[in-house]
């Protein structure tokens, strides 16, 4: 887990995904731009399902968001795509 963490950026946010003592990844999402001041910044842990795949819980929805990392340079939230900056 320790490759996928760093800064990653798309339109409208950066996310942090940073490696806790406990071994578990954790993902902070924070608007940027017109929106940074429309909702608090996204935080989730990241429960690993396969290689490069993990879910969070979302207390908010009540359900579990997928999480994938492609090519040690990108991060998948949901749908949207997010270009590592760096580690």
């Known amino acids: 887990p320790r490759r996928f963490g760093g800064r990653y950026e798309r339109v409208g946010a950066h996310i942090d995904v ?3 003592g406990d071994g578990m990844l954790h993902l902070v999402e ?5 929106l940074a ?4 910044p996204f ?7 396969a290689e490069g795949r993990f879910v969070g ?5 009540e359900r579990w968001t997928p999480v994938t990392f492609a ?8 749908v949207r795509a997010a270009t590592k900056l760096s580690p």
């Not at 001041?37 to 608090?40: E, R, V």
């Open 43 to 49: 935080e989730v842990d990241l429960v690993p399902v």
């Open 57 to 61: 819980w979302l207390e908010s929805g």
């Open 71 to 78: 090519d040690d340079r990108f991060v998948y939230l949901g």
């Open 37 to 40: 001041d429309a909702s608090p």
């Open 18 to 20: 940073t490696l806790g």
């Open 30 to 34: 924070t608007r940027t731009g017109d």
